[in-house]
């Protein structure tokens, strides 16, 4: 499987961004589908997952109540709505599938950049 993201930009803090990921390859609904994010320096982190069945969800703690995950897994789109951005979720954001929502991920995509203004 393959991952394209796009949506990425520039936003001000307290602003919205809707960013997204096109699947092509194999997919399947017990899979997961996780938002990583890196910004300079740092780790990349895993702040969101789904199960392309839609059933399960997870959020990390810091983007709880501000970002929702979605899918279409005819289309094998996976959406991230960003809600309340702030500066530190500035970073470039990667689509992974795995077999659990906690991972192991594997099949990085290249990534798509979102800058917060403060």
């Known amino acids: 499987v393959q991952f394209v993201e796009s949506g990425g930009g520039l936003v001000q803090a307290g602003g919205s961004l809707s960013i997204s990921c096109t699947a092509s390859?194999?997919?399947?609904?017990?899979?997961?589908v996780g938002w990583f994010r890196q910004a300079p320096g740092k780790e990349r982190v895993l702040v969101a997952a789904?199960?392309?069945?839609?059933?399960?969800?997870y959020y990390s703690d810091s983007v709880k109540g501000r970002f929702t995950i979605s899918r279409d897994y005819v289309k094998k789109m996976v959406y991230l709505q960003m809600n309340s951005l702030k500066p530190e979720d500035a970073a470039n954001y990667y689509c992974?599938?795995?077999?659990?929502?906690?991972?192991?991920?594997?099949?990085w995509g290249q990534g798509t950049q979102v800058t917060v203004s403060s």
């Open positions: 789904i199960i392309w069945s839609g059933l399960n969800t």
């Open positions: 390859g194999d997919t399947f609904t017990n899979y997961a």
């Open positions: 992974a599938q795995g077999p659990r929502l906690l991972g192991p991920y594997s099949y």
